[in-house]
């Protein structure tokens, strides 16, 4: 899979070109998410029960770890949207310090708050493993769109209406191509305000790009590579690779 590097040109004020694709494909803003099909559902189901009897005893393990290491609470709990109007709670095993007053992006003006069990969980994805009862209630699907806050659902009305037509999943074809890059670019982020402009501007509007070309093209098989690459690059911390254009 490769990626033309110059969509990072594109800038946030460019995202109304985004959303406006023809025929089945165009939705109104606050139209429910429609990508869950019966077969799609019951593959999330079937392999939920099926990895949650093995990795029941890893996130117990990691619960009583994280209980003894940082104290309570061991899950960290967040308000996200799983269609335009309908928010649910996602699940992540908490990894950063707490404090009162926390929102917005993660860049390196919130580095100092992960803590040493934290960086491991992270860079493992094991921090993602309460999802699987996410998948269950219906919230999400393992792949999909990686779930987002209403800021910017309200903020790119469009946009998010045709991305949330499938429903948030645990990784994705934007996860798989981007999120590395995105990481490495938000790390250079001193400041929440800085962090917030180079999101927005730089990398939502690749990040939805993406997202939309997994809904035109969204399959079993397409869904399954998804799945296996990202499982590749968890393992051999390796990302996939991204051509620049003109370049082999």
């Not at 649910?88 to 040493?116: C, E, N, Q, Y």
């Not at 191509?177 to 402009?197: G, N, P, Q, S, V």
């Not at 990302?239 to 620049?244: C, G, L, V």
Request: with cysteine; proline share 6%.
């Amino acid at each position: 899979m490769t990626i033309h590097h110059d969509w990072e040109t594109l800038e946030a004020s460019e995202l109304h070109r985004l959303a406006r694709p023809r025929g089945l494909w165009s939705a109104r803003p606050g139209s429910r998410a429609i990508g869950m099909t019966a077969g799609k559902r019951l593959f999330d189901v079937t392999l939920a029960l099926c990895l949650l009897i093995p990795l029941s005893v890893v996130m117990l393990s990691v619960a009583i770890a994280l209980a003894v290491a940082q104290g309570r609470p061991v899950l960290y709990v967040s308000d996200r949207m799983r269609a335009p109007s309908e928010p649910f709670r996602l699940l992540k095993f908490r990894t950063m310090t707490l404090i009162d007053d926390d929102s917005g992006v993660t860049g390196a003006h919130k580095h100092w708050r992960i803590t040493p069990l934290g960086h491991f969980l992270r860079r493992s994805r094991i921090d993602e493993l309460p999802q699987l009862f996410n998948i269950l209630k219906g919230d999400m699907s393992f792949v999909g769109p990686r779930p987002t806050i209403r800021e910017y659902v309200d903020r790119f009305p469009e946009a998010y209406g045709q991305v949330l037509r499938c429903p948030p999943g645990v990784t994705g074809l934007a996860t798989l191509i981007y999120h590395r890059h995105e990481a490495r670019i938000l790390a250079r982020c001193k400041t929440a305000d800085a962090t917030e402009a180079a999101y927005s501007r730089r990398c939502l509007p690749t990040k939805l790009k993406l997202d939309m070309i997994y809904q035109r093209n969204q399959s079993l098989p397409l869904d399954l590579w998804i799945m296996w690459r990202t499982l590749l690059i968890v393992i051999t911390q390796k990302d996939e690779r991204i051509r620049r254009r003109g370049r082999s």
